[in-house]
């Protein structure tokens, strides 16, 4: 069954961390590139990074140097380390898979989405 299946999320204190699990499900990580978005209350969806396989993975301005995103394609894993996490980074956030980093319209599967709350 294809499947892409996020956790992780939680709440957290302004400055804090936390790492989202990406686990995906019914096809090999080898050959897409997998992005993660957010989705803050009365705002668009937002990219926030993408990486595929044999290039560097690419950060939004908003988050650049705070995310980092890996993935373990043996066990079809994608995390998104989240550091310096600030109230405006509260979103449900969600993995996508697409054949490359593109527009949101290429991304043809997508998890369910975790919620990431940062408030004291």
């Known amino acids: 069954q294809l499947q892409l299946v996020e956790s992780g999320g939680g709440l957290v204190q302004p400055g804090g961390s936390l790492r989202l699990s990406c686990a995906a499900s019914?096809?090999?990580?080898?050959?897409?590139?997998i992005g993660w978005f957010r989705k803050a209350p009365g705002k668009d969806r937002e990219g926030v990074s993408c990486?595929?396989?044999?290039?560097?993975?690419g950060y939004a301005d908003s988050v650049k140097g705070r995310f980092a995103t890996s993935r373990d394609n043996r066990k079809n894993l994608v995390y998104l380390q989240m550091n310096s996490l600030q109230p405006e980074d509260t979103a449900i956030y969600y993995c996508?898979?697409?054949?490359?980093?593109?527009?949101?319209?290429?991304?043809?599967?997508w998890g369910q989405g975790t919620q990431v709350t940062v408030s004291s």
């Open positions: 996508a898979r697409a054949r490359y980093c593109s527009g949101i319209s290429e991304y043809d599967l």
């Open positions: 019914g096809f090999a990580l080898d050959d897409y590139a």
């Open positions: 990486w595929m396989n044999n290039a560097s993975p």
